[in-house]
């Protein structure tokens, strides 16, 4: 696990430097506010010197005490004394053990609906368990079951357990990182049998244990297929599909466990049928034809997978992929 500070070997001289991580510093809006171009100055200027390179998983550090005072002094209001931080997050970590059982519940649980946690884009069962093992940490301090001394636990515990809430945010542990969600948490992951019989599933986020989530079966996938094979020239209409299909849901009372019909977004409807797959489509009309038949339709209702155009006789080819956009203001869209 990669806390915002740690000690590393300065490449020259081989000594063990103190060093915030760049991420920690700069990037992505956090840490001690300085921007992303504060820290490309700073390193141009030689202000700073920096051990290491960032990208493809790597992480890049500052050397701490080559700071300016005034970022140094940013630091320590963020985070607090980053030597004495250092070694409260050795400790911490030295306190942390992976609760395998809590791996084995999430592994095998279910919802009511029948599915399991997801674990392609996220494992969950490994992210969750690892908020559980991080939880019990948290109930070992709170009770003071760790052999360390008691300075030990007053400096963890100091600030409404501020270290131990610095180094969960660090390292994206999914548990809540305000003090009094993360004590209300506690209390819920101990239940009325203590630690011993950890409640596991209090844990896991409303969003993947939604009991009315949709999972259609065979007969029910089998008629959104047919209708997709028997759309002709609308086949890449996936509103005009979610609609079809919510015709027949209606005809045959298909409802989910909350008693309301089943119906499927656009998104929906080309997750089931292709899995967001790029898909080729090949016409005879030229750009402007798949423009108003389909790629008009992909812009505005953002529903699919992206798309392979080839055009038939005018010798070109283009790329068309539909990505999500980023809202500017409310009248105004800006597209990658």
Same mark, same amino acid.
């Given at each position: 696990?990669?806390?915002?500070?740690?000690?590393?070997?300065?490449?020259?001289?081989?000594?063990?430097?103190?060093?915030?991580?760049?991420?920690?510093?700069?990037?992505?809006?956090?840490?001690?506010?300085?921007?992303?171009?504060?820290?490309?100055?700073? /390193?141009?200027?030689?202000?700073?010197?920096?051990?290491?390179?960032?990208?493809?998983?790597?992480?890049?550090?500052?050397?701490?005490?080559?700071?300016?005072?005034?970022?140094?002094?940013?630091?320590?209001?963020?985070?607090?004394?980053?030597?004495?931080?250092?070694?409260?997050?050795?400790?911490? !970590?030295?306190?942390?053990?992976?609760?395998?059982?809590?791996?084995?519940?999430?592994?095998?649980?279910?919802?009511?609906?029948?599915?399991?946690?997801?674990?392609?884009?996220?494992?969950?069962?490994?992210?969750?368990?690892?908020?559980?093992?991080?939880? !019990?940490?948290?109930?070992?301090?709170?009770?003071?079951?760790?052999?360390?001394?008691?300075?030990?636990?007053?400096?963890?515990?100091?600030?409404?357990?501020?270290?131990?809430?610095?180094?969960?945010?660090? !390292?994206?542990?999914?548990?809540?990182?305000?003090?009094?969600?993360?004590?209300? /948490?506690?209390?819920?992951?101990?239940?009325?049998?203590?630690?011993?019989?950890?409640?596991?599933?209090?844990?896991?986020?409303?969003?993947?244990?939604?009991?009315?989530?949709?999972?259609? !079966?065979?007969?029910?996938?089998?008629?959104?297929?047919?209708?997709?094979?028997?759309?002709?020239?609308?086949?890449?209409?996936?509103?005009?599909?979610?609609?079809?299909?919510?015709?027949?849901?209606?005809?045959?009372?298909? /409802?989910?466990?909350?008693?309301?019909?089943?119906?499927?977004?656009?998104?929906?409807?080309?997750?089931?049928?292709?899995?967001?797959?790029?898909?080729?489509?090949?016409?005879?009309?030229?750009?402007?034809?798949?423009?108003?038949?389909?790629?008009?339709?992909?812009?505005?209702?953002?529903?699919?997978?992206?798309?392979?155009?080839?055009?038939?006789?005018?010798?070109?080819?283009?790329?068309?992929?539909?990505?999500?956009?980023?809202?500017?203001?409310?009248?105004?869209?800006?597209?990658?």
């Amino acid at each position: 696990m990669t806390p915002s500070f740690a000690h590393k070997q300065h490449p020259s001289t081989g000594i063990e430097m103190l060093c915030i991580s760049v991420k920690a510093f700069a990037y992505d809006g956090e840490g001690v506010g300085a921007k992303s171009d504060t820290y490309q100055k700073l /390193r141009s200027r030689k202000q700073i010197e920096v051990i290491g390179r960032g990208g493809n998983g790597n992480e890049a550090w500052i050397i701490y005490d080559t700071m300016p005072e005034e970022y140094k002094n940013k630091v320590i209001a963020r985070y607090g004394n980053p030597y004495g931080l250092t070694r409260l997050h050795e400790l911490l !970590n030295s306190l942390y053990s992976f609760d395998y059982r809590a791996y084995d519940f999430y592994r095998d649980f279910k919802t009511e609906s029948g599915r399991s946690l997801p674990n392609q884009d996220t494992d969950w069962p490994k992210e969750l368990a690892k908020a559980a093992s991080w939880m !019990n940490v948290v109930c070992g301090l709170a009770e003071k079951t760790y052999p360390i001394s008691k300075s030990e636990y007053a400096n963890v515990r100091a600030d409404e357990y501020k270290p131990v809430r610095l180094l969960l945010e660090s !390292n994206k542990i999914w548990l809540p990182y305000s003090y009094d969600k993360l004590m209300a /948490r506690r209390k819920q992951y101990l239940g009325t049998n203590g630690i011993n019989a950890p409640v596991y599933d209090c844990l896991i986020p409303k969003t993947l244990e939604n009991t009315n989530s949709l999972a259609l !079966n065979d007969d029910q996938l089998a008629v959104l297929k047919t209708i997709y094979s028997n759309a002709g020239s609308r086949q890449m209409d996936f509103t005009w599909v979610a609609t079809k299909f919510r015709l027949v849901c209606v005809a045959k009372d298909w /409802r989910l466990k909350n008693g309301n019909l089943i119906q499927l977004t656009p998104e929906a409807v080309a997750d089931y049928l292709f899995n967001h797959k790029k898909q080729t489509i090949v016409l005879k009309k030229g750009k402007k034809a798949f423009a108003k038949e389909f790629g008009l339709k992909q812009v505005l209702e953002r529903p699919s997978a992206p798309l392979y155009f080839v055009c038939h006789d005018g010798w070109d080819a283009a790329l068309y992929y539909q990505k999500k956009v980023e809202v500017i203001d409310k009248k105004t869209l800006k597209t990658k």
